[in-house]
Each structure stands twice: as C-alpha cells, then as structure tokens.
C-alpha cells in the first residue's frame, strides 16, 4: 500500500505564508507527477500546482507567482510553497501523486487526507 501525509496546514493572515508538504510512503517503485489539489466548502476539487519527476511545473492561474510547487525525489515529498495569501486560498488542500508500486504494475493515483488552509483576519 501507498500513504500520502500531508502537512503544514493551519490558520494564517492574509499577506501570509504557509509551506504544505506531503511524504509519500509504502511499497512505491516510482513516482510520476506530484501535486497538489484544492476544495472549499460548496466547490469542486481543482488543481493548484503540480510537478513531474523531471522537474517540469504548471500552476493554476490563481496561484501564479504566488506559489511554488517543489519535490524531493529522494524522500517522495513534494511542497507547496504559498506566499501573499488571500481569503479566497481558504480551502481543503490534497496531495496527489502518480506512483508505480512495481515494475509490474503501473502507476495509479494516491490522494491524501487533506490539510485546512485558512486564511483569515
């Protein structure tokens, strides 16, 4: 089995920062992409951020140039760099990623648990 911890969530001001991470863990014999994904009360689930093995990066509009998605492949743990936050960033915030557990197998999404984000006065 594959676990995905998320954490680095909490309460913040907006102008704030937050740093997110998610360590993957289990039986993985590779990782694809990484990312992070969002929801808010009464809306879907969308992407925030996401990164390949090889470094490659894309981001919602809303986040760009606000946050930075990172990985370390070593320790299966991606990042989530949030700067300048906004109340609008208030969200549930869900780790992704796309592992292979086997040469065997091929690779299928894990998700996390989730970590609160909220940004607020």
């Known amino acids: ?32 992409a990484m990312g992070w994904y969002r ?6 689930r969308e992407l ?6 090889g470094g490659s990066t894309n981001y919602a509009d809303s986040v760009k140039g606000r946050f930075t998605i990172s990985r370390d492949n070593a320790k299966n ?8 936050l906004k109340p ?10 796309d592992v ?8 299928r999404d894990y998700w996390g648990q989730g970590t609160q984000v909220t940004v607020s006065s």
């Open 1 to 32: 089995q594959v676990q995905l911890v998320e954490s680095g969530g909490g309460l913040v001001q907006p102008g704030g920062s937050l740093r997110l991470s998610c360590a993957a863990s289990g039986s993985i014999f590779s990782i694809n």
């Open 39 to 44: 929801q808010a009360p009464g809306k879907q």
């Open 48 to 53: 925030v951020a996401a990164i390949t093995s």
């Open 77 to 84: 743990t991606v990042y989530l760099q949030m700067n300048s």
């Open 88 to 97: 609008e960033d208030t969200a549930v915030y869900y780790c992704n990623a």
């Open 100 to 107: 292979r557990r086997s040469y065997y197998e091929r690779a």
